[in-house]
């Protein structure tokens, strides 16, 4: 099946510093989404990404839809305690895969006061 | 407008015993989903439905069974539990957009 690989898998960063992710995948998506978990809940969603090459920011969040639709990239600048959770990419490959989402590994993100 | 959310939250369970997972959301979406998470592999999908009174399986079906009686539940049954059973399981729902909404989560133990 299809496989999302997203790094860092953690990343410990200082409260005011600027933060990037990635996914990468084997095969092409129509659709990437970036979430995020707090602990001990669900994932929410963070922002929505349908047409390559897109750029969509969400506040302090902007995302974008790579150009070969194989990839993907989350940045989050100026960091605050709260932005501590993890993050994961998904990808939809469209067609009838009846909204399947596959899920990158996630990156866990720790932010020092 | 409660959203997704799942019943139990936490549930031990030994070796062989049995057990629902249920879903519920209020959103009238059509398609529902149930996922794994276990550390260090994001989420997998275990079973999906487009539609009540249909299911479909996902990328790890194997060990459990679901059921979409009514469009606003789907459930999610362990006939006879094993410890690689051991995760957090998260349902999830989307009316039309590949956006999807997840419940809180049922964190199950297997001994």
């Known amino acids: 099946g299809q496989q999302l690989n997203q790094s860092p898998q953690s990343m410990f960063i200082q409260e005011g510093e600027d933060v990037s992710m990635n996914c990468t995948s084997s095969s092409i998506f129509n659709t990437w989404l970036w979430y995020k978990q707090d602990p001990g809940e669900g994932p929410v969603l963070l922002i929505a990404l349908y047409k390559a090459g897109e750029l969509t920011s969400n506040g302090r969040l902007t995302a974008q839809f790579g150009i070969t639709r194989k990839d993907s990239f989350l940045n989050i600048s100026a960091s605050i305690p709260s932005d501590v959770g993890i993050y994961f990419c998904?990808?939809?490959?469209?067609?009838?895969?009846?909204?399947?989402?596959?899920f990158g590994q996630g990156t866990i993100l720790t932010v020092h006061p | 407008n409660a959203g997704v959310t799942q019943t139990p939250k936490f549930r031990v369970l030994k070796t062989g015993q049995s057990m629902t997972l249920l879903c519920a959301q209020d959103m009238n979406h059509e398609y529902m989903y149930w996922y794994r998470q276990d550390p260090g592999m994001g989420l997998r999908l275990i079973h999906y439905s487009v539609g009540e009174g249909t299911t479909a399986k996902g990328e790890v079906p194997d060990g459990y069974n679901v059921s979409r009686l009514k469009k606003q539940n789907f459930l999610l049954g362990l006939e006879s539990a094993a410890p690689s059973q051991t995760s957090v399981y998260f349902c999830a729902s989307r009316l039309t957009q590949e956006t999807q909404y997840f419940g809180p989560g049922t964190r199950l133990l297997v001994l």
């Open positions: 998904a990808g939809h490959a469209g067609g009838t895969s009846y909204g399947k989402l596959t």
